[in-house]
C-alpha cells in the first residue's frame, strides 16, 4: 500500500484566509483525492485532483473555493480559500491503489479549526 | 445519489464479544470497502471485496459482499479494546465516475 503524509496536520486559522494543505505519497500513483469529514460525520468527496488538467469537482464544492493542483503523480494541494467557522473539519487526501484493483489508501488527515 | 447506510450507529459490547455491522443500498456498487478510523487519524482499510457473494478474512474480521450487490457486511470475532474505533464501508460507485461513496460509520466502543 502507498504510503501518504499530509501537511499539516492540523491548523486554526483565522476567518478570511486561506490554508494550503498538502499531499505526498511515496509512489507515483493515477488518481488523488481530496475528502472533507466534518465533525462527527462521515467522508465526503470533495474533487478528484488530476495530473496535468483541472481537478473534477462534487457537487456543491467550486474551484474558486477549494482550487487543487496536481503538478505530478506523487503531489497534490487543496487550498481552502476565504475560510469560515464551517470550514472547519478535517481534510484528507487518498490515492487509487494503482494496482489493477479498485482500493482506496488514505493520509493522517489535517484537522482545520477556522475561528 | 447513491447512498449508503450503515447499522448499528453505535454499540457497546463486552470485550470478547463478536460484533456485526451492516452497510446497505437501494443502488448497486462493483466494490466494496471496509475502513476503520481512529480519533485524530485517516481511515486505515481493513478489507476489500470485488465480487458479490465473496467471503474475505482479515484476522478476526470477515466481510462479505451481499449477493444483490447492494449490500455489505464485517465482523468482528472476539472484539478486544483496540477494535474501539468508527467503522465505514465504501461502496465504487456505478454511475460513470471512478469515486467511493462512503457510509455513514458505525462507533464501536468495547467494555473491558
Known amino acids: 500500500s502507498a504510503v501518504i503524509s499530509q501537511k499539516p496536520s492540523r491548523d486554526i486559522c483565522q476567518r478570511g484566509t486561506s490554508l494550503t494543505i498538502q499531499c505526498q505519497v511515496d509512489s507515483q500513483v493515477t488518481m488523488m483525492f481530496w475528502y472533507r469529514q466534518q465533525p462527527g460525520q462521515s467522508l465526503t468527496l470533495i474533487a478528484t485532483?488530476?495530473?496535468?488538467?483541472?481537478?473534477?469537482?462534487e457537487s456543491g464544492f467550486v474551484i474558486d473555493k477549494f482550487p487543487i493542483s496536481r503538478p505530478n503523480l506523487t503531489f497534490s494541494t487543496l487550498t481552502v480559500s476565504n475560510m469560515s467557522p464551517e470550514d472547519s473539519s478535517i481534510y484528507l487526501c487518498?490515492?487509487?491503489?494503482?494496482?489493477?484493483?479498485?482500493?482506496?489508501?488514505f493520509g493522517p488527515g489535517t484537522r482545520l479549526t477556522v475561528l | 445519489g447513491q447512498q449508503l447506510n450503515q447499522s448499528p450507529q453505535s454499540m457497546f459490547i463486552q470485550e470478547g464479544e463478536d460484533v456485526s455491522m451492516n452497510c446497505t443500498s437501494s443502488s448497486i456498487f462493483n466494490t466494496w470497502l471496509w475502513y476503520k478510523q481512529d480519533p485524530g487519524e485517516g481511515p486505515v482499510l481493513l478489507i476489500a471485496?470485488?465480487?458479490?457473494?465473496e467471503l474475505t478474512s482479515n484476522g478476526r474480521l470477515t466481510a462479505q459482499f451481499g449477493i444483490t450487490r447492494k449490500d455489505s457486511f464485517l465482523n468482528i470475532s472476539a472484539s478486544i479494546p483496540s477494535d474501539v474505533g468508527i467503522y465505514f464501508c465504501a461502496g465504487l460507485s456505478t454511475s460513470g465516475t471512478y469515486k467511493y461513496i462512503f457510509g455513514t460509520g458505525t462507533r464501536l466502543k468495547v467494555l473491558a
Open positions: 485532483a488530476n495530473q496535468g488538467s483541472e481537478a473534477t469537482y
Open positions: 487518498s490515492v487509487d491503489s494503482g494496482q489493477g484493483a479498485d482500493t482506496q489508501y
Open positions: 471485496l470485488y465480487k458479490a457473494g
